[in-house]
């Protein structure tokens, strides 16, 4: 494949200009709105994460192994000395085949009060092969600070299946990792302060200015002359001047503003995918392509000995190579255009695969004509 790249190309009559619409790309002036909370984060409004390790029992001898797993046994024996059932001095007859030792994760959203209930996910951390069918027993869910936060229990689902013979096995998903819906009950709830201070801050996800000032611009437009400032590309700060901060907060969230975008092309090499966005431009470049083909055929003979002669069989390896280049691709102009659907028709119409696109959009940005950022991952 071989591109070709320049700004002026002077005495060729045969250039083709791109200029075809293509359906499904709206132009630049089709602004798109949407809502502040879409978009920004309220400071101090954060999930917790949640951990735990417990057990799983009930499963159909698919638990931890006694000798790979010993951990399992002293958690299962200390449960059991606190249950008032004392083993200690028969704990070598004691089988973990339908036990699991598992850690237990969760996500505590946040304004979560006590009572309510959450998901949780369970991962075995043995040898146990499946954990379809199990029990989740009893098992507290620490933050980083160490305090219990919700305390987990509950049947697992999998949506998985593991099964194999002698010479054979089929395994679906995941069987080793399981769920359950609402599997664990919040103990101890995570304060939440808005607006320490009077101040409150809109944190954006994807730091502009040009997305930070109209934030700002909506707000002291449509709820209080002066009463949002721009610290940084990311950061809002909102003076609540003694307002109620859930009902301020409500009435920025549902503000429509229009979101600018950074110029940038995403290139996924591995997968071919190309991700343009909106304001990418590009300057006028003409540009040829042709794919190379190369074919290697192999077919060996086979040599004979004549009858009584002793000899041995041969093969005799026969190599045929062919190359062969695609001319039918000729030099085309892609001329500079307004919007990202003039781009992409322009090389829609040049007639190249996703493949080819990304070597020549890495031509381009080489050339200098790419108005963008080029990431290739």
């Known amino acids: 494949m071989g591109v070709i790249l320049a700004k002026r190309w002077l005495g060729f009559a045969l250039f083709l200009a791109v200029a075809v619409p293509v359906l499904g790309y709206a132009p630049a002036s089709c602004a798109t709105s949407v809502r502040v909370k879409d978009i920004v984060d309220y400071e101090g409004v954060r999930d917790n994460q949640l951990v735990g390790y417990g057990l799983v029992v009930g499963l159909r001898g698919t638990g931890d192994r006694l000798t790979n797993t010993i951990f399992t046994r002293e958690t299962l ?19 973990t085949h339908d036990v699991a030792a598992v850690m237990v994760t969760a ?4 304004f979560s009060h006590g009572g309510g209930r959450i998901d949780v996910t369970v991962s075995a951390v043995g040898d146990s092969r499946d954990l379809a069918g199990g029990t989740l027993l009893v098992t507290p869910l620490q933050a980083a600070d160490g305090e219990v936060y ?3 229990q509950g049947s697992l689902v999998t949506n ?4 194999g013979g002698a010479a054979a096995s089929a395994t679906r998903n995941i069987p080793t990792t399981g769920h359950i819906a609402n599997g664990a009950v919040v103990e101890r709830e995570v304060p939440v302060v808005l607006g320490n201070g009077g101040i409150i801050h809109l944190s954006l996800r994807n730091p502009n200015f040009t997305t930070a000032n109209r934030i700002v611009n909506a707000i002291n437009r449509s709820i209080g002359r002066g009463m949002a400032r721009m610290d940084d590309p990311r ?3 909102v003076n609540m001047a003694g307002r109620d901060a859930p009902s301020l907060l409500y009435r920025i969230g549902d503000l429509m503003v229009e979101p600018d975008t950074m110029a940038k092309v995403i290139v996924d090499e591995a997968s071919g995918t190309i991700v343009m966005g909106d304001n990418v431009r590009i300057s006028t470049v003409a540009i040829a392509q042709g794919n190379l083909t190369i074919q290697v055929t192999e077919t060996p003979l086979i040599a004979q000995p004549a009858p009584f002669s002793n000899g041995t069989t041969a093969i005799v390896p026969r190599t045929q190579i062919d190359a062969s280049t695609d001319s039918s691709h000729r030099l085309g102009i892609l001329r500079e255009g307004p919007t990202l659907a003039s781009l992409v028709s322009g090389l829609n ?3 190249m695969g996703p493949r080819d696109m990304i070597s020549i959009l890495q031509a381009i ?4 004509a790419l108005q963008a950022d080029l990431e290739v991952r």
């Not at 449960?79 to 001095?89: S, T």
């Not at 998985?160 to 099964?163: I, L, S, T, Y």
């Open 77 to 95: 024996i200390s449960m059991l000395n606190r249950l008032g059932v004392n083993i200690r001095d028969r704990e070598v007859q004691l089988q």
């Open 107 to 110: 996500t505590l959203p946040p």
């Open 150 to 152: 919700a305390v987990a």
């Open 160 to 163: 998985a299946f593991a099964v």
């Open 235 to 237: 950061t809002i700060a």
């Open 349 to 351: 119409a040049l007639g």
């Open 365 to 368: 940005k080489a050339d200098g």
